[in-house]
């Protein structure tokens, strides 16, 4: 019913910053709360920020809390993640997932329904 992609990623060198979109399409009568996940390599998928549909609420893993921005502009269908001071464990390919639990607020990914193929992100020391 919505597909997702992915656009930002990018080189930066440490301390720089990337605003990844998440643009979604489709149809759709759903309103889904949206998360965004990492993966580097030789590790499991991670969550990085979630928000509810009506952007109220917020979620963040305490590695990038105070650094990284979730939002989003529904009128434009899409989601943002703002990542400042970036760092070189912040290294991997960033996915946008989607979720019809319009409340939901988390990191499990078994919550999610759809997701994006990713984005690479890579910040140098």
């Known amino acids: 019913q919505v597909q997702l992609v992915e656009s930002g990623g990018g080189l930066v060198q440490a301390g720089g910053s990337l605003r990844l979109s998440c643009a979604a399409s489709?149809?759709?009568?759903?309103?889904?709360?949206m998360g965004w996940f990492r993966q580097a390599p030789g590790k499991e998928r991670e969550s990085v920020a979630a928000?509810?549909?009506?952007?109220?609420?917020?979620y963040y893993v305490d590695s990038v809390k105070g650094r990284f921005t979730i939002s989003r502009d529904n009128a434009k269908n899409t989601v943002y993640l703002q990542m400042n001071s970036l760092k070189p464990e912040d290294t991997a390919v960033y996915y946008c997932?989607?979720?019809?639990?319009?409340?939901?607020?988390?990191?499990?990914?078994?919550?999610?329904?759809?997701w994006g193929p990713g984005t690479q992100v890579t910040v140098s020391s």
């Open positions: 928000i509810t549909w009506s952007g109220g609420r917020t």
């Open positions: 489709g149809r759709t009568f759903r309103s889904y709360a």
């Open positions: 997932a989607a979720t019809a639990q319009s409340d939901y607020v988390g990191g499990r990914k078994e919550v999610y329904d759809y």
